[in-house]
Every structure is written in structure tokens, then in C-alpha cells.
């Protein structure tokens, strides 16, 4: 058996096309959806991804707005950022960059952005809202497992599902969304006795535990789906998952890659999210 490559890139083409398409309409209407990115680090990954974002951004006629704070920035001063780009009437969507500075909590600070342009659903009420089944925006990383494995035609009514992480990022907002597909789900961290054991009755593996190589062959049932959320840099300095490919390969029906699996995905989503809450200004968010 050799797993279908669960690719992300035509997955991310499609949600930028939709995203570019609402933004057009937004703006022959006289209205530009705007992003806002409040960032307080000078951490390199970060940079490259603001970067990244407000390249893909622009070319979607999505105007980005990146706010830079300093690295030593306190908590008071990172709030009053947000409330007021929460506030703007302008902005359609706000954003706090990871990591920030030490001391903080990530997302204390993002309360400070309201559900509706809360468009990487940052904000814990957001989290809330999405576990009672109510309009809001999840992360965009658990967002773009579910995008994929739609994309893929993974069935997940009654199937089970296994997620390897519980951050506030992927694993607990990614289980949320799975149980609303009506997959029974199981969340293993680094508490959870014998992993191999529980990993290998997941019909659907999602990983997102941040440890390369820890996932193997041995984890997974034959024939199961496997989502490697992980994004590690090798010794060599290219990019990694959380999944050892090379044996899981041979085991699983579907293994998504990394790179070029889940991470374009997030990208795109997140923008859709920007020009969802610029449509939907003034109304719940969906």
C-alpha cells in the first residue's frame, strides 16, 4: 500500500479564488477588506510569515495592515493595539502574530479582539462559541484539517478520530470541528499511556503535537487517513512534520505532506476568514 499524497495546494487555490472573487465584489461596492497583523516579535519565522501573508493579501485585494510593536511590548500596550483595531470600523479583521513576548499569554491578549473579526479565532470566546455551535471563526490551522480531508472526500460521519495535541491552536478546536462532524473523537498528549495503542484505532490521525519523527508506521491502523499538522525544521534546515512519511506511507490510505499539506491551507482560510468578516461586517460571524 502507498498512501494518497493528501495535498493542499489546489485545496488552497480554491479558497484563495473564493476569497479574491468576495473581495473584488467588496470592492467595486466601495468597500477593501482589511487585515490587520499586530506583531510583537522579531522571531525570523514570523517575519517570513507576515510577509508571506500580506504578499498573498494584496494579491487577493485584501489590504494588510501590519502593525509592529516592540519586542518587549506589555501587555497593556499590545490590548490597546487590538481594542482599537477591534473598534476601527476600517478593519475587518485583526490578527496577533505568534510567538509573543515572554510573559504573555497569547490568548489573553487576543480577548481583546471581538468574535467578528476575530478571523484566526484567537480569542477564548471565539474557542467558547464554537463548542456551543455558534456562529464564529476557529483557528485557521484546524479550519484548513477540515478543509482537506473535505477536499479529499475523507468521510468522518461515524468514523474515529484520533487527534495527537490538545494546544488551543489545533488540537482542542480541531476536535471540536471533528465532533461536529459527527466523528467520535479522542484527544492524546504527552500524559496519554501507550499512544500507539489509542493512535491505532483512528480511522482519521490528526498530528499536531510539535515533535518530529514521533508519529511511525506503528501508530497507524492500515488503511487510516493521517494529517500531519507538524511543521519542524531538520537538521538540514528543510521543513519536517510530526509524522515519519517514509513508514506511514506504507501503512496509511492517506497522508497529507509536509511542506505543502496543511500550512497553505491555513494561509488561504485565514484570508477567506478576513474577507468573510469584511461581508459580514456588523453581523455574527461565519
Known sequence: MTAQSLGGREVAARLRADAAATAAT??????????????????ESAAW?????????????IEADVRELSPDASAAEIWAVLA????????HGAVLQAPV??????????????PGKDVDGANPLSLGRVLAGLPAFAPATAQAVLELLDYHNVELDG????????????GKPVSL??????????????HTADLADVTRSADVLVVAAGRPGLITAAHVKPGAVVVDVGTNAAADGSLIGDVEAASVAGVAAGLSPVPGGVGP???????????????????NPG
Open 101 to 114: 513576548p515572554p510573559g504573555l499569554a497569547l490568548a489573553e491578549l487576543a480577548s481583546a479582539i471581538g
Open 159 to 170: 468514523r474515529r478520530a484520533v487527534v495527537v495535541g490538545r494546544s488551543l491552536v489545533v
Open 177 to 190: 470541528l471533528l465532533l461536529a462532524r459527527n466523528a467520535t473523537v479522542t484527544v492524546c498528549h504527552s
Open 49 to 61: 510569515y507576515v510577509r508571506t501573508l500580506s504578499t498573498a493579501a494584496a494579491r487577493l485585494g
Open 26 to 43: 467588496m470592492t467595486a461596492g466601495g468597500i477593501t477588506p482589511r487585515l490587520a497583523v499586530v506583531v510583537a516579535t522579531r522571531d
Open 84 to 91: 482599537a483595531l477591534s473598534a476601527d470600523e476600517a478593519v
Open 265 to 283: 491551507v491555513t494561509t488561504a482560510r485565514l484570508l477567506l476568514n478576513a474577507v468573510t468578516a469584511a461581508a459580514t461586517s456588523g453581523a
